[in-house]
């Protein structure tokens, strides 16, 4: 090789190596969701949010692996193996079923939940003020809102007596769901009819047989393959000329009548905050659960007027958002 060839090639390297250097010092965050990316888009835009409040910006000095289940939760401890195996230096996981999938994975890699569930029952920590493990997280209001959900339903439709009440019967938190559901539902003198869905076929099977039903309107319950299907729920329920509540705020931006449920949204953020501060070597016995109290009421009015319903005023007041 020439002299000048070689000088050349030298210069060359030394310039490529502080880059390979950088990439190697790279923190790395494993993502793990329950849902598909396109349904979670609007979370990990909220977690990217908080992570570059904590000083982190993908791409530049952190990178993120994700893993997205796609509603099949047998799924997700492959998934959780796998990111715990590449030594991600966090690990995150959107929901109750991806937290129990990251948590059984590892022991040492730092994890922050995102979680509807309340963390301690669902054995994700022991305390939500000093996590004595490796996980902690976020927690946003769902299932403590079930009662109000119902309230809302019956306001909107008084002469309902029965109401169905959609469940994935996959979801960990599944039965906790139906029994909060069903105490509140007595409460309120309301026959609530379970419908269970899985995966698309079981939908559409579901709304077939709730043809027959006959009920007043339709509750959905917090879960991500319900969460992925809220488009195709909404347009059924439309079609079946049902009412019908979620907990997310998406789902009448998509054609659902209500929503009614905690700030996800404010949830996923703090995940992102929580992400960043142990990436600058925070303790997680230092980092609480925290719990996002902010609710939210959002009525689509086009979509009432489509289902002929004539919504009280009173309840239109108590909205924080209106789609017209």
């Not at 952190?62 to 289940?69: D, G, I, K, L, M």
């Amino acid at each position: 090789m020439k002299r000048r060839e070689f000088i050349k090639l030298c210069g060359s390297a030394a310039m490529t190596w502080p880059v390979i250097a950088r990439a190697q010092q790279m923190p790395v965050i494993g993502l793990l969701g329950t849902g598909t990316a396109q349904a979670w888009a609007g979370m990990t835009a909220a977690f990217h949010q908080g992570l570059g409040e904590a000083g982190y910006t993908e791409g530049r000095n952190v990178a993120v692996e994700y893993r997205w289940a796609e509603g099949q939760y047998e799924r997700l401890a492959q998934m959780a193996d796998d990111l715990a195996r590449r030594s991600v230096s966090v690990l995150v996981a959107f929901s109750t079923p991806a937290a129990l999938a990251a948590k059984a994975a590892t022991t040492t890699t730092p994890i922050v939940f995102t979680t509807i569930s309340d963390p301690v029952q669902a054995g994700l920590v022991t305390s939500l003020s000093r996590p004595d493990g490796n996980t902690t997280g976020t927690t946003y209001l769902n299932l403590q809102l079930a009662p109000k959900m119902l309230e809302l339903m019956r306001e909107t439709i008084p002469a309902a007596t029965s109401m169905v009440l959609l469940i994935n019967p996959t979801n960990p938190t599944g039965e906790t769901q139906r029994g909060v559901f069903q105490a509140a539902a007595r409460t309120l003198g309301i026959e609530l009819h379970v419908m269970l869905a899985s995966n698309p076929g079981e939908l559409n099977t579901a709304f077939e047989n709730l043809a027959r039903l006959g009920t007043g309107g339709l509750v959905l319950s917090g879960d991500p393959f319900i969460n992925s299907q809220i488009e195709k729920i909404a347009a059924l329920a439309l079609r079946n000329r049902l009412p019908s509540i979620y907990g997310a705020k998406s789902y009448p931006a998509v054609g659902g009548l209500m929503s009614y449920g905690g700030d996800a949204s404010e949830a996923h953020k703090q995940a992102g905050i929580y992400a960043g501060r142990i990436l600058r070597g925070e303790k997680l016995a230092n980092l609480p659960v925290q719990q996002v109290t902010k609710v939210e009421l959002i009525i689509n009015l086009k979509i009432a007027k489509a289902l002929g319903i004539s919504l009280p005023l009173a309840l239109l007041a108590r909205a924080d958002e209106i789609i017209e």
